[in-house]
């Protein structure tokens, strides 16, 4: 009887379990499945360390094109409805700063970052760039790593695009992209179905491929 009473005691008072802990995720924002100028977009989440890679035709059903005009309106919509977010895009300078007097990498970098020319060197020598060389004289691939890097240092979350990006620049840029995701950033970049045709090899990514008929699919 004694053993017994002793066994019911220990049941009562030790034999709790606590509650498994809540698994916290780290998702920023969840973008619903929505319409946009008539292209269905897929719902998806933007998380710390990933990189969401929307690929989009080149035309609608009707033969309207969706490089351009389309492409930087989607970008547009994503930095208005996702909190934080920034738009990168390359540096292109005004006309006069192209004729007369364009910023070089070095001095691109300190403007945008107010930093010193040891830490402008450094950037330029990681995106494998001469810090004296004129930006307007870069390639579109380089002009867009360089200003996604800096971005990447004052913001976690960027929103770009690979369009233009040549197809011998495209493994250099998307290295400096992944460099920053592996260190927790996140981003959106909106690329194109045509050059998008196999899978991910980099789990970080994940890749969206928004087709112009009924069919609207992931990979």
């Not at 606590?18 to 780290?26: K, S, V």
């Not at 390639?139 to 890097?149: Q, S």
Request: a positive charge; glycine letters at 4%.
């Amino acid at each position: 009887m004694f053993i017994r009473k002793v066994t019911a005691y220990f049941q009562r008072y030790f034999s709790y379990t606590e509650p498994l802990p809540t698994i916290m995720t780290n998702t920023i924002f969840h973008s619903p499945i929505f319409e946009f100028k008539g292209i269905p977009i897929p719902e998806f989440d933007v998380e710390s360390g990933k990189l969401i890679r929307l690929c989009l035709p080149n035309f609608d059903s009707k033969g309207n094109s969706l490089v351009q005009n389309f492409k930087n309106e989607l970008l547009n919509h994503f930095e208005i409805t996702i909190p934080k977010i920034k738009w990168s895009r390359e540096y292109s300078g005004s006309l006069f700063q192209r004729l007369m007097k364009s910023i070089t990498v070095e001095g691109y970098i300190i403007k945008e970052l107010k930093a010193n020319r040891s830490k402008a060197k450094k950037i330029a020598d990681f995106l494998e760039l001469d810090s004296k060389e004129k930006v307007n004289k870069i390639t579109i691939g380089k002009r867009k790593a360089l200003a996604i890097k800096c971005d990447f240092e004052k913001y976690d979350i960027l929103i770009f695009d690979y369009y233009g990006v040549s197809a011998n620049e495209i493994k250099y840029l998307e290295r400096i992209v992944d460099t920053e995701i592996e260190k927790g950033k996140c981003g959106i970049v909106i690329d194109r179905l045509e050059f998008n045709q196999n899978a991910e090899l980099n789990k970080s990514i994940e890749q969206i491929k928004v087709t112009v008929g009924n069919t609207v699919y992931k990979t």
